[in-house]
C-alpha cells in the first residue's frame, strides 16, 4: 500500500474514536433526558418544586464526545508521522467503544439519579460522586490510549 493510503488508515481510528464517543453520549443523553422529564413530571404532578439541578444529569454523557474528539486529534497526527496504520485504527477503535460505553452507561446511571432527586429532593451529591466514578472509565481510556499513541 502506499503511504497516502496507509494514512488513511490511520485516520479512521480517529473518525471511529470520535463517532463511536459521540454516538455514546448521544444515546447517555437521550436516556437521562427522558428520565429527567420523567422526574419533573412527576414533581409537577404532585405540585413539588421541580429540581432544576437534573439538568446536571441531564448533561454529564456530553463530556464524552469531548474526549473523543480529543483522542481523534491525537490519532489524526499520529497517522501523519507513523507507519502504524492498523495500530491506529485498532487504537481508535477500542477507545471509541470505551468511551462510548462508559457515556450511555453514564446516561443510564444518571436516569436512576433523576428519578431519585425528582421523587425524593435528596441525594444529588451523592449520585453525582457514582456518575463521577463512571466518567473516570473514560477518562483512563483517554489518558491511557494517549500513552499508547503519543
Do not use: H
Not at 44 to 55: D, E, H, L, R, T
Amino acid at each position: 500500500m502506499d503511504a497516502a493510503t496507509l494514512t488513511s488508515i490511520g485516520k479512521i481510528g480517529g473518525s471511529l474514536v470520535f463517532g463511536l464517543s459521540a454516538i455514546g453520549s448521544g444515546l447517555g443523553t437521550g436516556i437521562a433526558a427522558m428520565a429527567g422529564i420523567g422526574a419533573w413530571k412527576k414533581c409537577y404532578a404532585q405540585s413539588k418544586a421541580a429540581p432544576f439541578m437534573i439538568v446536571a444529569f441531564i448533561g454529564a454523557p456530553l463530556s464524552q464526545t469531548i474526549y473523543g474528539m480529543i483522542v481523534m486529534r491525537w490519532i489524526a497526527d499520529a497517522a501523519e508521522k507513523s507507519a502504524q496504520p492498523w495500530s491506529l485504527l485498532a487504537a481508535g477503535l477500542l477507545a471509541g467503544l470505551s468511551i462510548g460505553l462508559s457515556a450511555l452507561m453514564q446516561g443510564k446511571a444518571c436516569a436512576s439519579a433523576s428519578d431519585a432527586l425528582g421523587e425524593t429532593g435528596q441525594g444529588f451529591g451523592n449520585s453525582l460522586m457514582a456518575i463521577g466514578i463512571i466518567e473516570t472509565v473514560a477518562l483512563f481510556s483517554l489518558v491511557f490510549i494517549g500513552r499508547v499513541i503519543g
